[in-house]
C-alpha cells in the first residue's frame, strides 16, 4: 500500500476546508440527491461525498455505505486531490498503490474508484465526489463528463452554504444596527427633548418679563438654561464623534505628552462638578512618564470616565485616579465605591447606546464608553474594569510608553 503524499499546498487546503464549515455536519438532500445519482448513472453500489481532512476522509455523503470516515493513509481520495482531473483505478486488486489497501483487501472490497476533485473557485482540491464498485469497472466518456459535471455542484452546493451564511450575517447585523438605529432615535429624542424644554421655558419667562423684577431669579433661569445648553453640546459632540468612527474617520495628532500632567489637568476639569454632587477627587500616585498620543482625545476618555465615576458615587465618596507603570507600558486607573455594573450588563458594556437597566433616569448618551474604548485602541492601548456589585467600579486604561505613530514615526522615552 502506498499512502498518498501531501499536496504542496495542504496547509492552505485545509484552512480553505475549515472556512467550509461543512466537515461534521448532518446529512443534506442537495448532496444525497447527487449521490443517489452518480450511483444510477454509473451504476457503482457505492457513490461519496468525501473531504479529505487533516488525518481522516470524512464522508458529507454516502449512497450505499454505512461507514462516516475512514483514515487519511487508507484514502483513494487522497491520490485524487493530488491531481485537477478525474483519478481512476479500474481494478484496485491490480494496482500495486492499493492492492494490499485494507479497504480493498476487507469489506467494502474496492476494486473500481472514479474521483473527480472538488475544486474551489481559487483552485484548492478539498475532496472528491467518487464512484466506488466492489468489481472491476470501466467509465464511458459520457459517465466521466457526468461525475466532472456533478463535482462541480457540489462546489457550487458549498459555496451557496457560504453565501448564505454571509447572507444571514449581514442580516442579523442590519437587524442589530436598525435595534441601535431605533434606540438612538429614541434615545436622541428624550435628551434633546429634556434640555430644549428647559430652555424654552426658561427664556420664555425671561422673555415676557416675568423676571425683570427678580434679577436673583432670572440669574437663576439663565444658569439653568446655560447649563442645559452644555449638556446639549456635550450630545451633539458624542453623536458627531460617534459618526467619525462608524465611518473610520477619527483623526488623531499624536505628541509627545507627560501622562501626570494629562491627568491631574482632568482631574482639575472635573473639580468643579466633583463639588458640586458632593465627591472628592484623590490622584493616588502622580507618575511623570512620556506617551505618544492625542492629547484632546486622550483628555476626553479621562473626562468620561472621571465623571461617571462621580455620576455614580455617593456623596462624600472618594473618586481615586492612580497612574503606574506595569509590563513596558503605563496604566491609569480610575476608582469609585458606587453601586457596581450590574453582571448581566457587563458583557454590553462598551457597546453603542447601552444603558444600565436602571440608569435611565441618569443622563448621557450610552456613547462615552464606546467612543472611550476607541480612542484607547487606536493609541494600540486597552480599556478594561472590574466592577462588583456593591463595592464600586475600576476603569483601566492601558497605554504603551512606545509605539509606531502613523506607520513609521517611532518614539521612545
Known sequence: MQPAPLPENEEDRLEKLRRYQILDTSPEESFDRITRI??????????????????????????????SETPRDLAFCAHAILGDGLFVVED??????????????????????????????????????????????????????VLVDLSHVVVDEMELRIALRKSLDETAQEV???????????????????????????????????????????????????????NLLHLIDDLLDFQQIVMGKMELEFEVLDVGSLVREACE????????????????????????????????????????AIKFS??????????????????????????????????????????APGQHKTKGSGLGLAISKAIVESHRGRIEFESTAGSGTTFQVKLPLRQTVLGDLAVQP
Open 38 to 67: 452518480v450511483g444510477e448513472i454509473i451504476g457503482v453500489p457505492i457513490a461519496l461525498v468525501s473531504l479529505v481532512d487533516k488525518d481522516r476522509q470524512w464522508f458529507k455523503s454516502r449512497y450505499g455505505l454505512d461507514a
Open 92 to 145: 484496485a486488486s491490480k494496482d500495486p498503490r492499493f492492492a494490499d489497501n485494507p479497504l480493498v483487501a476487507n469489506d467494502p472490497s474496492i476494486r473500481f474508484y472514479a474521483g473527480a476533485p472538488l475544486i474551489t473557485p481559487d483552485g484548492l482540491n478539498l475532496g472528491t465526489l467518487c464512484a466506488i464498485d466492489r468489481e472491476p469497472h470501466q467509465l464511458t466518456k459520457q459517465q466521466s463528463q
Open 176 to 230: 442589530s444596527l436598525r435595534t441601535q438605529k431605533d434606540a438612538f432615535i429614541s434615545m436622541v429624542s428624550h435628551e434633546l427633548r429634556t434640555p430644549l424644554t428647559s430652555i424654552r421655558g426658561s427664556l420664555g419667562l425671561l422673555e415676557g418679563g416675568a423676571m425683570n423684577d427678580k434679577p436673583e431669579e432670572a440669574i437663576k433661569l439663565v444658569s439653568m438654561a446655560n447649563r442645559n445648553v452644555i
Open 269 to 308: 476639569n472635573m473639580a468643579g462638578y466633583a463639588h458640586e454632587s458632593g465627591v472628592n477627587i484623590l490622584i493616588n500616585d502622580e507618575t511623570t512618564v512620556p506617551i505618544v498620543g492625542d492629547a484632546t482625545r486622550l483628555s476626553q476618555v479621562l473626562a468620561n470616565l472621571i465623571s461617571n
Open 314 to 355: 455617593c456623596r462624600n465618596d472618594d473618586v481615586v485616579v492612580s497612574i503606574y507603570v506595569d509590563d513596558g507600558g503605563v496604566c491609569i486607573e480610575v476608582k469609585d465605591n458606587g453601586a457596581g455594573i450590574p453582571e448581566d450588563f457587563k458583557d454590553r458594556v462598551f457597546e453603542h447606546f447601552s444603558r
